[in-house]
């Protein structure tokens, strides 16, 4: 243990002589074990005097500093190997076998220390004091707490001077807040960090903020309180719900309109089959009897032409091409229609222009029109078989 000693440790026996000397009193002194032998050279060596008085008071001061039984310290200037003079502080400490162990503590290294150490309890209470956190310092008394400090952000959080709560007690200035008092409480008794969120009222303005607090245990009898304030955040996470309610509102009313819509489809679609149905059922029974009747007359041959153009026009009805070219190649107009049946059941341009009544260069040019809106212009594609095709699908 002596060895291991972080000061400069000397033993004496209860002859005087020297026994012992750990590293760090050779890096102190600059003597070595062999250069004090007893006590009276040590004495010698580490504590010389000019005057007879001041060398009796240095005798009777080491004869009062091994006499004693217990441990003691005693400033003393103490020379060393090199001529250099150390303050030091001697303490003595009376042994069980008759040994006496002196324990050097350096004054300069422990000023040092001390320095150090006041140091950084000045930056750590900078740091404490301007923190932008509000902060209380409590301290346990009895059953309850009694404020002790604060810093700079407490009085701009509670908008006011908390100067006047200095030594005030937990349960009685949070007697409005019982669940605050309890985490405290459990803060100290488990010796852990509490966390915890909660709306709180300033005392002043009687404005509502909400803050997240954190209660931190300080051995031996301390607890820090310092409040995060989130009520930006709450505002901001209140709206997002607000949001997200209101969207899933919009969705469930776009989901009920598009299911009505849906439906409107579905019945619209279900009605135009019903009137097609209709059309074709009236076209085969009350039309084309009387067509077919009509065509067995005697009729010369362009009347022949013109019927056979009607029944393939009832059976389009039918079976619509006319709607289908309508629709996948907008633009067609009537007389263009009207000659592509014509092209489609195979009649050629002369029986197309008696049939329409038109000069047969026009109706070249509604072949030509109905090709390029077809989009068959750069194609070598046969118009009767193409026309054929799309009323077959």
Not at 163 to 170: E, M, P, Q
Not at 185 to 196: A, E, I
Request: aromatic fraction near 10%; hydrophobic fraction near 35%; charged fraction near 30%.
């Amino acid at each position: 243990m002596i060895k291991n000693f972080p000061f400069p440790v000397i033993v004496f026996g209860r002859n005087g002589k020297t026994h012992y000397t750990n590293s760090k009193f050779m890096e102190f002194s600059g003597y070595a074990l062999k250069e004090i032998p007893t006590r009276q050279a040590w004495s010698k060596k580490c504590f010389p005097v000019s005057s007879k008085r001041r060398q009796r008071a240095r005798r009777a001061d080491i004869r009062t500093l091994f006499g004693e039984r217990e441990l003691r310290g005693r400033e003393s200037r103490i020379v060393c190997s090199d001529g250099a003079i150390k303050e030091g502080v001697i303490y003595s400490l009376h042994l069980k076998d008759g040994k006496e162990c002196v324990i050097i503590a350096d004054i300069i290294q422990l000023e040092k220390s001390r320095k150090e150490l006041e140091a950084s309890r000045e930056r750590f209470r900078t740091v404490y004091k301007n923190s932008p956190v509000p902060i209380f310092l409590w301290q346990r008394e009895g059953e309850d707490f009694t404020l002790v400090d604060f810093n700079l952000s407490a009085g701009a959080f509670t908008k006011t001077v908390p100067d006047n709560w200095i030594g005030a007690r937990l349960s009685e200035l949070f007697r409005d807040m019982p669940f605050l008092v309890d985490d405290v409480r459990r803060c100290f008794l488990k010796r852990t960090t509490v966390r915890n969120e909660y709306p709180y009222t300033l005392r002043t303005t009687g404005e509502m903020r909400y803050v997240a607090s954190f209660y931190t245990f300080i051995p031996p009898d301390l607890v820090l309180i310092y409040f995060v304030d989130v009520t930006e955040y709450k505002k901001i996470e209140k709206s997002l719900k607000e949001n997200e309610k209101r969207l899933e509102l919009e969705t469930r009313k776009l989901e009920e309109a598009n299911t009505a819509l849906k439906v409107l489809l579905d019945y619209r679609a279900e009605e135009k089959r019903r009137i097609q149905e209709n059309v074709v059922t009236t076209v085969t029974q009350l039309i084309l009897p009387f067509v077919e009747k009509l065509y067995h007359c005697s009729l010369d041959d362009q009347q022949r032409v013109l019927v056979d153009a009607v029944k393939s026009n009832l059976a389009e009805i039918t079976s619509p091409m006319a709607t289908k070219l309508s629709y996948r190649h907008a633009g067609l107009s009537p007389m263009e229609l009207a000659v592509a049946n014509l092209v489609r059941i195979g009649k050629s341009i002369k029986e197309a222009a008696d049939t329409l009544r038109i000069s047969e260069d026009t109706v070249r040019f509604h072949r030509k029109n109905i090709r390029a809106k077809l989009g068959l212009k750069q194609k070598k594609l046969n118009l009767c078989s193409y026309l054929q095709q799309v009323s077959s699908e």
